[in-house]
């Protein structure tokens, strides 16, 4: 048990180790000041400016900003659709893989381009290499970029004063994925292929088994299948831009995607590494540090809570597989014991507990272990972060501007408890911030609720489902939470590739994903033209334990208030079923 | 409308650009330098022998005979995949089942059942979990040293060698924690098996 804690605790300190420095250094980058890379890559960055005709230092107004922004997804869409359903065509695809059918394209466009990353396929079996490379791999990089791009037109909002500009969107693109995403993508990359991550360009192979199997119907198998492609490259930046698209269809549960327990630290770590990141890059750019550390104290507390309650339901396993002791469930003496259906044994229970709350705090969807096979309330746990918004770290930029919506909303209530204009960074908050901020925190929810709302109605639902009773709404649930956070991970038994739930979940994904976004941008727009005001003795102030308190329960409330109902009906029935 | 005219061909160049850097260049660097330095890694660390391939490393067989070390359980899929003459070809994947249901708690009783008649010397002694459980990928190359320490006794019987032979050849491939504290310890059942049969030494 304390090894496991100490597990725990090791995961989050390096992390946060290796976040702050990190943090600095995006801080720098999206200001234009001189890097350690700057001599290597400006020539790269002004080659790019040069072909592009663009002025690097333009200050695009929020509409146009906001205008780059959808335009390059549009345009990313149709590229990653049209190569979904012609790659039987394009070469690249030595298994022969047929193109996809439109529902499925449509989806899994939907998925990659929101950085969402859900996949109602499982990826060796349905798209090719050149569609995983030239399609997904490059939305992985420019979504996560435009994620990140954004946060930083808000930041630009809160610091300037009486003007329009927020900067320019290509320019911030360019920085982003040329000093921070491909170097960091590049070391990682070589790292997991030295662990054992595949990364070349050859057909599967076929081996011959040691021993043959006899299927169920009576048919000797004697051969073994082992998936190759370039898997590393693309593995790396699902798990540094928190997008989560597995290689293969069980993604970092699948050995040669996440071989042994370094592959996994620094695959887990990389998912959440720039998110928390950025809660220092944002302090240190607005030029309160203050202000980022309180953020990321909110954060950071409802994730270690989060891990304590699934790491410890994990290690408590069930009365069903403990079998009145016939099993022995117990940690220690050369076993992690605990709930290992699902799990690997390299990852035991600690570890794929972590990365459980990591990948659903993270909006980052990957996965190491099945959420499906988690116990009642370590799987709620998972489902419940993607509910709050993703806003515990979440998706790279998008998780932290989803927190500065959440934070509005907390000095707005503060405000209107003590009667004062409520005040965030210097910046008066009005009714137009106010109803901005409201879209941002609850676009999640309304999507979650009508999206299993209306799946839990249509009886063909039904035929999805993986497993009976609570835990089969639980599957429905995941779906639509994991869609409604942009996050991507699924009660995988759940199958999800049919007409109504690729377009329902496409459609979700898109919406959870552009409508914050816009109105996180509106909200940079209107911020920018406002003039700093004083603080004074009535100013609430953002960066002390109050707030800190203060902010999550604002968090907790939209949640709690949104889905306890629905949770009710799953997985807290699960247990209390599991109990009997 | 205007703007639209304005910002569009920028963002069809910039997706050009980055489609070139991000989904060319990026991983044929990649797969240049893993070829050239870690081919055995990058091209799924496969055990050969002699010229002969024995699996990966990395991906689970299923074992079934008493002279054997057994794996986790595998969730067996036959219909992804198949060799260039339509046969089915193993390949895995996870059960996704919830532990707190009626349907694995059954195949866990079955499991532990057949566990139990194989193993008679260990009588009532609770049986390792992850024996009794399918993994995450269904192709886990691993068990624990409980589980493996489990079968000892019973792959000496069969295979007529003492148990301290098995033993010294599960210790061999037994790894510990990555810097002695994350991940867990793993047994690679594989491994252990050629082993057993005198292939790899």
């Given amino acids: 048990m304390s090894e496991a804690v100490l597990q725990y605790i090791l995961y989050v300190v390096l992390l946060i180790g290796l976040a702050v420095p990190l943090g600095i250094y995006i801080g720098k980058v999206m200001n234009g000041e001189k890097v350690l890379l700057t001599r290597v890559l400006s020539p790269v960055e002004r080659g790019i400016y040069k072909v592009m005709h663009i002025d690097p230092q333009e200050q695009m107004n929020w509409k146009k900003y906001a205008l780059s922004a959808v335009l390059f997804s549009i345009f990313g869409f149709v590229i990653l659709f049209l190569l979904n359903i012609l790659q039987g065509f394009l070469p690249l695809n030595p298994q022969h893989l047929p193109g996809t059918s439109w529902h499925l394209a449509f989806n899994t466009t939907s998925s990659f381009v929101t950085n969402t990353n859900w996949q109602a396929y499982s990826g060796e079996s349905t798209l090719s290499y050149l569609t995983q490379m030239l399609g997904l791999t490059v939305q992985n990089f420019v979504s996560a970029a435009t994620g990140i791009a954004v946060l930083f037109a808000l930041i630009r909002g809160f610091i300037k004063v009486k003007t329009d500009g927020l900067g320019s969107f290509w320019a911030d693109m360019t920085r982003i994925i040329l000093y921070i995403l491909i170097p960091i993508c590049l070391v990682l990359s070589i790292l997991l292929v030295s662990q054992g991550v595949v990364q070349n360009f050859s057909p599967y192979e076929t081996i011959d088994l040691v021993e043959p199997i006899t299927a169920g119907d009576g048919t000797v198998i004697t051969q073994m299948v082992v998936p190759q492609g370039p898997a590393a490259s693309q593995i790396s930046i699902k798990q540094l831009g928190t997008n989560g698209g597995g290689f293969f269809g069980v993604n970092s549960a699948h050995p040669l995607e996440n071989p042994n327990a370094f592959s996994n630290f620094l695959e887990m770590t990389a998912l959440l590494l720039i998110p928390v990141a950025l809660c220092f890059t944002f302090g240190r750019n607005i030029k309160d540090k203050r202000q980022g550390i309180a953020i990321f104290l909110a954060m950071l507390i409802m994730l270690v809570v989060c891990l304590a309650v699934t790491g410890a339901n994990e290690a408590a396993a069930t009365p069903q597989l403990s079998q009145n002791g016939a099993v022995d469930i117990t940690a220690g003496a050369g076993q992690a014991g605990g709930n290992m259906e699902g799990k690997e044994t390299r990852f035991g229970i600690a570890t794929s507990a972590t990365w459980a709350v990591y990948t659903t705090a993270a909006s980052n969807g990957s996965v190491n272990s099945m959420h499906d096979s988690y116990t009642p309330l370590g799987g709620m746990i998972t489902m419940l972060q993607m509910m709050l918004g993703e806003v515990i770290f979440g998706g790279v930029g998008c998780g932290l501007y989803g927190m500065i919506g959440f934070a509005i909303l907390a000095v707005f209530i503060a405000g209107l408890m003590v009667g004062r204009t409520p005040e965030y960074l210097g910046k008066k908050i009005e009714p137009y911030e106010m109803k901005m901020a409201v879209m941002v925190c609850l676009a999640t929810p309304v999507a979650i609720l009508i999206g299993s709302g209306l799946a839990t109605m249509l009886p063909e639902t039904m035929q999805s489902l993986n497993n009976p009773g609570a835990h089969g709404f639980s599957e429905i649930l995941y779906a639509y939470s994991s869609a409604g956070g942009n996050n991507g991970s699924a009660f995988a038994g759940f199958n999800a590739n049919t007409v109504f739930l690729n377009l329902s979940i496409g459609l979700i994904m898109l919406f959870v994903r552009f409508v914050p976004m816009l109105a996180t941008l509106a909200i940079a727009g209107s911020q920018v033209k406002k003039k700093k005001v004083a603080q004074n003795a009535g100013t609430l102030p953002t960066h002390n334990g109050l707030f800190i308190f203060l902010l999550i329960f604002v968090v907790l409330l939209v949640g709690a208030l949104s889905f306890f109902p629905a949770l009710a009906l799953g997985p807290i029935a699960e247990y209390f079923q599991m109990l009997g | ?201």
């Fill in chain 2, 1 to 201: 409308m205007e703007k639209v005219k304005e910002t569009a061909p920028k963002a069809l160049i910039f997706l050009l650009i980055m489609t070139l850097l991000c989904g060319v260049v990026f991983p044929l660097v990649v797969t240049g330098i893993s070829q050239l330095l870690f081919p055995r890694q990058a091209n799924g660390s496969i055990i050969e022998i002699d010229r002969k391939k024995y699996g990966s490393e990395l991906l689970g067989q299923q074992f079934t005979g008493n002279e054997y070390l057994w794996g986790r359980v595998m969730n067996i899929d036959t219909s992804t995949f198949t060799d260039s003459e339509g046969n089915p070809v193993m390949y895995a994947g996870a059960s996704n089942k919830t532990p707190a249901g009626e349907e694995l708690e059954e195949l866990v009783a079955q499991r532990v059942e057949k566990i139990r008649a194989a193993h008679p010397n260990q009588g009532d002694t609770p049986i390792p979990v992850d024996l009794v459980t399918c993994s995450g990928s269904g192709l886990d190359p691993h068990i624990s040293p409980a589980a493996a320490e489990y079968q000892v006794q019973r792959i000496a019987d069969a295979r007529g060698i003492s148990a301290e032979q098995v033993r010294e050849i599960v210790v061999k491939y037994t790894k510990g924690k990555f810097l002695g504290v994350f991940g867990e310890e793993t047994v690679n059942v594989l491994k252990v098996n050629l082993a057993l049969d005198g292939i790899l030494k």
